[in-house]
């Protein structure tokens, strides 16, 4: 079974390391995001990538979701001695020596395609990892500050905003002109069943959707497309995606997210058993929902979660 798997980052790593354990012969390709990149300290930090690596390798730190365990961040006080910042963004020690080999491989020339299959190879995810571009995405939020309107990283907005104020606008900066990195459209046309785990519609999946050609691809494949939805009680699991579905005028609601992605490219969508009442309205959208419990608690859940996911896609294939 060839399965491929749209992902942003807590949320889809999570997940994946569940459909490991649920189809642990199936060959699996993650198409990740690569729109939250940034440069910082001259580094190339690819969030997503490394949550996506680090988690299926056994190198994440459980409790934030992100970053390496063990951690140390002798660098970050040592560069702020220097008054060098920014100092927003937490970077530690271990954490830098993947954004160094990173960018040291694509100073040498590499794309991001090679230098993560590079990386990879120390972090063994069990999963083929693509980044969706080797093209460069930067997703950038429309915010009003003081009464202006201005447009600032979307790393800048999560993170150091806190998504304190609302999203006007996101954008994909890049991404009508970006190709998909090499192997996506493949891993696509090649698959038997593409997921979306439960990670932001908007920031993650949708901006893997933005590259021309990975929507068109999959709505072509021919095969059961299935959704677990990251919106439980009309409210995000964690983090901020109610702000960045306003600014798109999607409700953060587990319906109004299925619909968002539509029939046309949808045919199933899990949706938390607290959100059961909305099962009749995604399928009069055309769109085959179950209520299922969707909190990845423990490594269990998020595998009963992916059995759901593949049974439900067995269910629109028949
Ligand atoms: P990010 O790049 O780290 O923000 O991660 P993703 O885009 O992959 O996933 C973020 C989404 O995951 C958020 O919208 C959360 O609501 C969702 N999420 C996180 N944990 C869970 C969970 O246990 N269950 C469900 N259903 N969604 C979750
Ligand atoms: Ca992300």
Redesign the pocket.
């Known amino acids: 079974m060839r399965i491929v798997v749209l992902?942003?980052?807590?949320?889809?790593?999570?997940?994946l390391r569940g459909l490991k354990k649920a189809a642990p012969d199936a060959d699996v390709t993650v198409i990740g995001?690569t729109g939250?990149d940034i440069h910082l300290f001259g580094l190339k930090i690819c969030?997503?990538l490394d949550?996506v690596m680090y988690t299926l390798g056994g190198g994440i730190n459980e409790e934030q979701?992100?970053g390496r365990t063990d951690e140390t961040f002798a660098v970050k006080s040592e560069l702020a001695a220097y008054g060098v910042g920014p100092d927003w963004f937490g970077l530690g020690d271990r954490d830098f020596a993947t954004h160094i080999v990173r960018t040291q491989m694509l100073g040498a020339g590499y794309p991001l395609s090679a230098v993560t299959e590079a990386l990879c190879a120390r972090w063994q995810p069990g999963v083929r990892l693509l980044p969706m571009s080797d093209d460069r995405v930067e997703t950038h939020v429309a915010v009003d500050v003081d009464g202006e309107r201005k447009a600032v990283h979307f790393q800048e907005y999560?993170v150091k905003m806190h998504a304190s104020v609302d999203a006007q606008a996101v954008v994909p900066v890049g991404a009508d002109q970006a190709k998909p990195a090499p192997g996506v459209l493949e891993a696509i046309a090649a698959s038997d069943v593409v997921l979306f785990?439960?990670?932001?519609?908007v920031?993650?999946?949708g901006t893997i959707l933005a590259v021309p050609g990975v929507r068109e691809a999959i709505a072509e494949a021919g095969v059961p497309v299935v959704g677990?939805?990251?919106?439980?009680g009309d409210?995000?699991?964690?983090?901020m995606?109610d702000k960045v579905l306003a600014a798109i005028g999607v409700e953060s609601t587990a319906s109004a997210v299925a619909r968002h992605y539509g029939s046309g490219l949808l045919d199933g969508w899990l949706v938390?058993t607290v959100d059961a009442a909305a099962v009749p309205e995604i399928e009069s959208a055309g769109i085959r929902a179950r209520a299922v419990p969707?909190?990845?608690?423990d490594l269990e859940?998020?595998a009963a979660?992916a059995a759901e996911a593949l049974a439900l896609a067995e269910e629109v294939r028949a």
């Open positions: 992902a942003g980052g807590i949320g889809g790593a999570r997940f995001n939250d969030p997503d949550t979701g992100w999560w785990p439960p990670s932001n519609p920031v993650s999946i677990l939805s990251p919106i439980v409210a995000p699991v964690r983090g995606a938390d969707l909190m990845m608690t859940a998020a979660m």
